[in-house]
Nanobody
């Protein structure tokens, strides 16, 4: 089992930056994918950014060039640096990991961008 705990959400103005962090505990060995998803009110959950064990990253189209995902070498933490935040970035952000074909989700942290 893997437990995930997100932190760093909050209320910011458009154009500001915010950093989300996710701490993984439990059986963190062999974690392959670490990622961030988000879900806005009335919308489906979408992938924001992912990073593989080898460091390969992938970003959703709307955040490319603004967000940066990173993970520590011990697979115990993944972060999301969010710059130039827009109103449409408002959502609950979820930490996600995949380990041995099992998926784990955090509880979510609210990010609200105001004008």
């Amino acid at each position: 089992q893997v437990q995930l705990l997100e932190s760093g959400g909050g209320l910011v103005q458009a154009g500001a930056s915010l950093r989300l962090s996710c701490a993984a505990s439990g059986s963190t060995g062999l974690i392959n994918v670490m990622a961030w998803y988000r879900q806005a009110p009335g919308k489906e959950r979408e992938m924001v950014a992912s990073i593989l064990r080898d460091g390969t990253t992938n970003y959703g189209g709307s955040v490319k060039g603004r967000f940066t995902i990173s993970r520590d070498s011990a697979n115990t933490a993944v972060s999301l640096q969010m710059n130039s935040l827009k109103l449409e970035d408002t959502a609950v952000y979820y930490c996600y990991v995949s380990r041995l074909l099992r998926e784990y989700w955090g509880q979510g942290t609210q990010v609200t961008v105001s004008s």
